[in-house]
């Protein structure tokens, strides 16, 4: 956390906002208090809570009792939580509500009549579920800024919140509204130095040229230098060579940035070096949107697959005790892969490839067409699963739409799915799986696929999910395949499956590291949270 997020109960009674939610409501709680059960009273909060249902349940299931303008000690602090709240939701990446709170606290001072407090009370309680909302399931519609985005965003119950803020300690309530996962606080600490060197000028001067590599030397080298000291990969020196200790450097930044780490700064790796602080800070701040998107229960075993590092982990109480290498879609608006979360229940060793409709139709059929002997390694099946012979069939007369049969590769070595597939069955016709082509793996970029997940390592990744459930998971795994035979094999325990896209997060060391937006879909939620109020600090770096 933030030095300035949550002071202790003894500076919050010395802060300034503290002393105004206090004080600056003028008679609050006094003579107001009398009539705040009156029917002005209680007409107001009925007519300002209409606008949210959440509030308007709330009040009406708790016959409008004033939950902010009592006049005791627990509204009080109430108020001044609240007010705090919203003054550092900036911290969050969040829009500035600073304007919020002032207007808030400018309504408390002007209420006179039991009315005024009427509608203080339902301004007071808007305010605090929309900001709670906000902050526990993020502020944007996913699904609403690119259809690649199809994760669905939780819903906030407001009127269970208001119970919670009701019925607890306010000052601790808000803090435990947090997002807990580490991943967020990391997130946040981490967009604290972001501002910090932002507000210092940042990395300092860009790198000049195309390629520096061990041995160069000059004024570019001594400017790479420059930059891998501000940014934390090397310790100050006076050499202008690039030797070895710069090397090093350049492919410990390069192993940070999901770059191919051979310790030479060519066009890619200075693109990344040369990036400004805020760059970095946009894709914090997305990161932490992306966070509050994310089901708090991610379970004790999950898979995490993300695709902007193109890896895949099972993750066992929060440590990842399995990675590989992964290639995800294509970047192509049919083959981008979606971000979901679901849960896998079964792998299928020695695996069929049922080819997806959208293959059949826009791949196979226009070669069919020119030769019915094309793509002869898929078989054609007609509506019961009978192969169909080539030979009889004039498959000219079929359109996309007319086209009668389904196809199918049947298991092998070269099937398309390889030796084994893992299935989480969802909507998207999206599973993990091995493949033939292994040499898309040692590409930097892997983004490859009609949508699915390829896996570096798959029989590795299935000993693992199995070792909970067999003595010898590896026999297990072979004694299946070797027998040639098309299996599915159910999991005794079913892992959840997390499909993110996250271009910043901070590893288990406790170092940031970047990734490049494959997609471009961070691009476009950066434009919606701009338009929705979050802005970065007016600072240079």
Known sequence: MTKTLFPSRASRLKCGLFALALSGVGSLGLAPMASAQSTAFRQAVAEQASVNDAVAQFYRENTYAALWTAGDEAASLRRAALLRALEEASAHGLPDQSGKAAALVEQMRAARTARDFGQVEAALSTAFVNYAAM????????????DGMVRKRRDSDGAA?????????????????????????????????????????????TVPGKKLQPGDQGSQVVALRNRLVALGYMTRSATALYDREMEQAVERFQSDHGLEVDGVAGGGTLKEINRP????????????????????????????VNQTDFTAKIVDNG????????????????????????????????????????????EYLPK???????????????SRGRVVNRGSVDFSQFTARSFPYAMRQPPSRSNALGLVKFMFPNKYNIYLHDTPQKSLFKREVRAFS??????????EFAYALLARQTENPKDFFHRILNSGKETKVELDQKV?????????????????????????RDAKVWA??????????DLQG
């Open 135 to 146: 902050l526990q399931t993020g502020l944007l519609k996913p699904s609403s800024i690119d």
């Open 161 to 205: 919140l208001l119970v919670g803020m009701r019925d607890n300690q306010p000052f601790a309530y808000l803090r435990n509204l947090i997002p807990a996962s580490p991943q967020y606080r990391a997130l946040m600490r981490e967009k604290l130095r972001l501002e910090q060197l932002m507000a210092a000028g940042g990395w300092g001067p």
């Open 277 to 304: 602080v805020r760059d970095r800070l946009k894709s914090v701040i997305i990161a932490m949107e992306r966070e509050r998107w994310l089901t708090p229960e991610r379970g004790e075993r999950h898979i995490l």
């Open 319 to 362: 440590d990842v005790t399995f990675e590989t290498r992964s290639v995800i879609g294509k970047n192509q608006s049919d083959r981008r892969s979606p971000e979901f979360s679901d849960v896998m229940e079964h792998m299928v060793i020695n695996p069929s490839w049922y080819v997806p409709r959208s293959i059949i139709t826009k």
């Open 368 to 382: 069919l067409r020119n030769n019915p002997n094309a793509v002869g390694h898929i078989q054609i099946t007609d």
């Open 450 to 459: 009609h949508g699915c997940i390829r896996l570096a390592q798959p029989f």
């Open 496 to 520: 959840p499956v997390h499909i993110i896209y996250r271009t910043a997060y901070v590893s288990n060391k406790g170092r940031a590291e970047f990734r490049r937006d494959v997609y471009g």
């Open 528 to 537: 919606a949270l701009e338009r929705a109020g979050v802005a970065l600090p």
